[in-house]
């Protein structure tokens, strides 16, 4: 894997939050601290430099003590967009994007990322867990060289907006983590209530 202080991380606060009525996802508490930092928080000793991708209420954001940068693209085309405006201030090899609504992420999700692009020697690794269906793939969990944002600039100037069929695109590798609940996210007021709930019953360690 490669050395963590070569990888920028980069929390992805910058959506309209239309499930939960046009509010502020990053900003709402869970356990008490706003989404994107705690999410800011979980990633950081996984990587080197952090900043947060937000679009609103850029000083609430900025107070946190990290860089923020709203989107590069007029009309917030989705995590896409936090992809973009990621690639374009990130000063290292590699980008790590987390999205700021799933508290419980993996301590190691950006270890195993980074290991499985060096092995297979892709320029994107997405994480992904099993369902019924079959793979679920969560792929707003994305380490990525830099060197891949010409290539995201030509797919998102189609008007293609998928994260998942980029990531196709582009030969990912996909690393899937058995415990689905770690990737777990509130789209909801109601998901982010059930989120706290799971929270608060698990021992203190």
């Known amino acids: ?8 991380g980069w929390v992805l606060a ?39 991708n937000a679009n609103r209420h850029l000083d609430t954001y900025q107070s946190f003590g990290v860089p923020v940068h709203p989107d590069s693209l007029a009309d917030h085309p989705g995590p896409l967009g936090g992809f973009l405006a990621g690639l374009e201030h990130c000063a290292t090899p590699y980008l790590m994007t987390v999205p700021c609504d799933t508290p419980d992420f993996p301590l190691d999700v950006v270890a195993r990322l ?13 994480a992904a867990t099993r369902s019924a269906n079959g793979l679920q793939p ?14 995201l600039l030509e797919f998102t100037a189609t008007g293609r907006r998928q994260p998942q069929r980029w990531a196709e695109l582009n030969g990912c590798a996909w690393v899937v983590f058995e415990d689905a609940s770690a990737f777990a996210n509130a789209n909801t007021l109601e998901e982010l209530q059930a989120l706290q709930r799971a929270s608060d019953s698990k021992p203190l360690p």
Do not use: W, Y
């Not at 239309?18 to 979980?42: C, E, F, N, T």
């Open 114 to 126: 980074a290991t499985e692009l060096i092995a297979r020697n892709v320029p994107l690794a997405m």
């Open 138 to 151: 969560q792929p707003v969990f994305c380490l990525m060289a830099r060197h891949v944002r010409q290539n």
């Open 1 to 8: 894997m490669t050395d963590r202080a070569d990888i920028t």
């Open 14 to 52: 910058g959506g309209r939050g239309s499930r939960m009525g046009g509010i502020d996802k990053g900003l709402q508490l869970h356990a008490g601290v706003p989404l994107a930092l705690h999410a800011m928080r979980r990633l950081s000793p996984q990587v080197g430099p952090i900043a947060i």
